[in-house]
């Protein structure tokens, strides 16, 4: 029997979270219509805003703070748009020198998911009601506040929308008691041309279809029907959008509310503990299962790896802690019952191409 490297579970997880890998299915489209009278136009607003953050090129300076149970944690990434080629992210934190990643896609968690596709801010628009609030100022440029609100009135995210250019100078996040999560904020941006490009492709960070509706009903029962658990939504209003089985043999599952992604990479066999060199062992339920944060992001837990039965389950999210800690609740965690012996052909590839932001 052959156990499954932790190291090349999560190297598999981050190369298809966070790297723009794949063509999209269809081309980004531009803003796609004018609100109703009297509706409010915080939706479209952010419409625009996903439209600009593809279509103009741009440079800048972001810094981006998380807060978890262990305190905040920072990091200055160097960012550079170029439309149809996608961002170039360099990352600076206070443990080390500064990685790269080349070609990023606009709208991946690596970028911040400032430029989300049209089907997530459908999501968006269904799970809270998204408003404009005023406007303030970053980095010397003036914008307008977008703010979406959970039923109980309480804040889910805000972001300021450059009024010149349409990009978004910041956004913020927060957690189901309304408390800030993460900051993402230019410190400086600019912007050369302050008019949109023409239409362009983009990439589908998630190596499936973008959000719009979720994956297809066959394409989910044919899952089911070889013996995987898909669920069609996890706590926190995740929506089931992408789901299917990848060249290696693992399942894939990409869950969002409109906000935040929760990634579900699920393989059969069974976890080495003795590789998680850097992980932390937490107990749920009288079982086991191994945490840390994001490179640069320790304080906020967003890998998850744990096993379960004949099956290794690992979740990579960009996400409130609460929302990850509720999704990963709800998914399967019971003791072995066997196991299967499993080779992971082209792990070196994988190591490989894995992200300098894993």
Do not use: K
């Amino acid at each position: 029997m052959r156990r499954l490297p932790a190291a090349v579970v999560v190297a598999a997880v981050v190369l298809l979270v966070l790297v723009a890998a794949h063509p999209v299915a269809g081309p980004v489209s531009g803003p796609q219509r004018e609100a109703a009278e009297g509706d409010d136009t915080g939706i479209e607003l952010l419409r625009e805003a996903a439209y600009a953050g593809r279509t103009r090129s741009y440079t800048g300076t972001r810094l981006v703070t998380t807060w978890g149970a262990a305190g905040p944690s920072s990091a200055l990434t160097y960012v550079r748009n170029v439309p149809g080629e996608g961002l170039t992210v360099r990352a600076e934190t206070a443990a080390g020198a500064g990685t790269v990643a080349v070609g990023v896609d606009p709208g991946s968690p690596a970028a911040g998911l400032a430029s989300p596709f049209d089907g997530m801010l459908d999501v968006l628009a269904r799970n809270y009601r998204v408003e404009t609030a005023g406007t303030g100022t970053a980095c010397g440029r003036t914008g307008r506040f977008v703010q979406a609100t959970r039923a109980d009135g309480s804040p889910a995210a805000r972001y300021l929308v450059d009024e010149a250019s349409g990009v978004v100078l910041r956004r913020e996040v927060f957690d189901g008691r309304g408390t800030l999560t993460r900051a993402d904020a230019f410190i400086e941006l600019s912007v050369p041309q302050e008019r949109a490009a023409p239409r362009m492709s983009g990439h589908a960070w998630y190596g499936g279809p973008s959000l719009g509706g979720g994956p297809p009903t066959g394409q989910v029962a044919h899952l089911r029907q070889r013996g995987w658990d898909v669920p069609a939504a996890l706590p926190g209003r995740l929506e089931l959008f992408t789901a299917g089985e990848t060249a290696e043999g693992y399942l894939h599952l990409g869950y969002s509310d409109g906000l935040s992604v929760v990634s579900i990479f699920v393989q059969r066999g069974t976890l080495d503990e003795s590789r998680l060199a850097g992980w932390h062992a937490r107990s749920r339920g009288g079982h086991t299962i191994w945490i840390r944060g994001l490179a640069g992001f320790e304080a906020a837990a967003q890998q998850v790896v744990w096993a379960s039965g004949e099956h290794v389950y690992t979740v990579v999210a960009d996400a409130p802690a609460d929302m990850v800690d509720a999704a990963v609740a709800a998914l399967p965690h019971q003791e072995g019952i066997g196991a299967w012996e499993q080779v992971c052909r082209g792990a070196d590839r994988l190591l490989s191409w894995i992200s300098p932001f894993a």
